[in-house]
């Protein structure tokens, strides 16, 4: 069988025929599902109808772990009781599964941070040394078996540059870096740069990248308009409108990247080692990885893809929070993981899988919607950075897979014994899921009981 990533974009499309797109010069915008495109002699499921729409899978990372005392959750449903750090996802705790007390065998007691991070999707043991070595990622099974259904195989973005070298551990910082690989050797390159992204998905190319893509589609706008109903009209034009208040966010970041690159350019050094704002990427984080989810959400509900990687952090971030009124760097931060500090830290990643999560429902998509059809799953490498504990991960989905995975629901596998709680058979299930399965994956060949 073709390998899906080497499917060519044009070849994508003929092949799919839930969608339409609009194009223009220099590109194509890919639309959501909407009733009425049959009408046009797409072959696309009505509403109630059998014929299934798309399920989805994004992971989205923060690195070193939680404020311990304040992540927690008991209860189920609409009377779940969410602790401190969790208030965020509160409007969305019927469309959660907490999850508690699983674990990543191969990361405990090889070395912390990056023996802890390059294997959390993959459940893999890492090569020490100059050597990369380990396996690949839940992602990217993903993309292999199901991506030829969607123009791109997988999305791997991420907020923070990767960083270079060795930990005292001796393990490549690549580790640290990535969580997204594309098979034991390799990490899926990662796009740090919004306006890069959001091109991506658009197929934003050649000397008009920096004009209004709605202005380049607006005829086939005009003429889809005048086809379908009136409630997939109000659909098309609340996308295009969101879609322009995302592009002119990334209209003044695309100015900053190009002074960025050519000032590189003039000190002869690459721009990937320059500190933020200097390298072009938001100088606030919050803008960064807002629109790193609203172009998760568009590609998910355009269906350019239906696996996305977000890490929001890395491993040993660098990053900073003056809006949390934290003053320490991250990684920083995690040496007092018990503090007000880590914990606000915490809270406000929360808030991001949130956001995204809360724009997916509000995506309508056959008789639910996007988020119904998606699951997200939000995790970090470590419970406590104090201690580098990883035997604990702070880990939960947000979202049904079309009705397969039950939600509102807190499962707990602290005493259930080591074979019981792999992070790796919490994998294999959802990979079932979203029909892909295999014997084993990582270190499990069980399935998750009770999930």
């Given amino acids: 069988m073709r390998d899906p990533k080497e499917i060519s974009p044009a070849a994508r499309r003929h092949r799919l025929s839930r969608r339409t797109f609009l194009r223009g010069a220099g590109v194509t915008m890919a639309l959501p599902w909407m009733e009425s495109i049959q009408a046009l002699g797409e072959a696309q499921p009505k509403s109630g109808s059998s014929i299934a729409l798309p399920k989805r899978f994004a992971a989205l990372f923060w690195g070193n772990g939680v404020n311990g005392n304040h992540w927690s959750a008991k209860g189920s449903g609409a009377t779940m009781e969410l602790s401190k750090s969790l208030q965020p996802l509160e409007r969305l705790k019927t469309k ?56 791109q195989p997988s999305m791997v973005l991420g907020c923070e540059q990767p960083i270079t070298g060795y930990h005292e551990s001796n393990f490549s910082m690549a580790y640290s870096s990535h969580i997204s690989w594309q098979n034991a050797d390799s990490p899926v390159p990662m796009e740090v740069y919004p306006s890069l992204a959001f091109d991506s998905l658009f197929e934003n190319r050649g000397t008009h990248r920096t004009q209004s893509i709605l202005d380049r589609v607006k005829d086939d706008a005009s003429s889809l308009g005048r086809k379908i109903s009136g409630q997939d009209k109000a659909k098309l034009d609340e996308y295009l409108t969101s879609v322009r208040e995302v ?166 596998y602290l005493d259930k014994g080591d074979e019981n709680r792999k992070v790796c058979s919490l994998y294999l299930s959802l990979m079932d899921r979203m029909g892909v399965t295999l014997p084993r994956f990582g270190d499990a060949e069980t399935r998750l009981a009770g999930l």
């Fill in 96 to 151: 959660i599964n907490f999850i508690d007390g699983l674990f990543n065998r191969s990361a405990v007691g090889v070395g912390i941070h990056p023996g802890q991070t390059g294997n959390l999707l993959s459940g893999m043991p890492l090569m020490k040394g100059a050597v990369l070595h380990g396996g690949i990622s839940v992602d990217q099974v993903l993309a292999n078996h199901i991506g030829q259904d969607s123009i």
């Fill in 247 to 412: 592009e002119k966010r990334i209209d003044r970041m695309r100015g900053d990247q190009a002074k960025a690159e050519k000032k590189a350019q003039g000190k002869g050094r690459s721009v990937t080692l320059m500190k933020r704002p200097d390298n072009g990427l938001p100088e606030d984080i919050r803008d960064h990885m807002r629109l790193m989810c609203d172009i998760t959400a568009m590609a998910f509900q355009t269906d350019k893809t239906r696996v996305v990687s977000l890490l929001l952090c890395r491993d040993l971030s660098g990053l900073f929070y003056p809006f949390l009124d934290v003053r320490k760097a991250h990684h920083s931060a995690s040496h007092d993981d018990l503090s007000d500090d880590f914990e606000r830290i915490a809270r406000y990643y929360c808030s991001q899988v949130a956001y995204l999560a809360t724009r997916l429902e509000a995506m309508t998509e056959g008789d639910g919607t996007v988020l119904d059809n998606s699951c997200l799953l939000f995790l970090s490498n470590m419970w406590s950075g104090n201690r580098h504990d990883s035997t604990r991960l702070p880990l939960l989905t947000v979202g049904g897979l079309a009705g397969t995975l039950k939600t509102g629901r807190v499962l707990n």
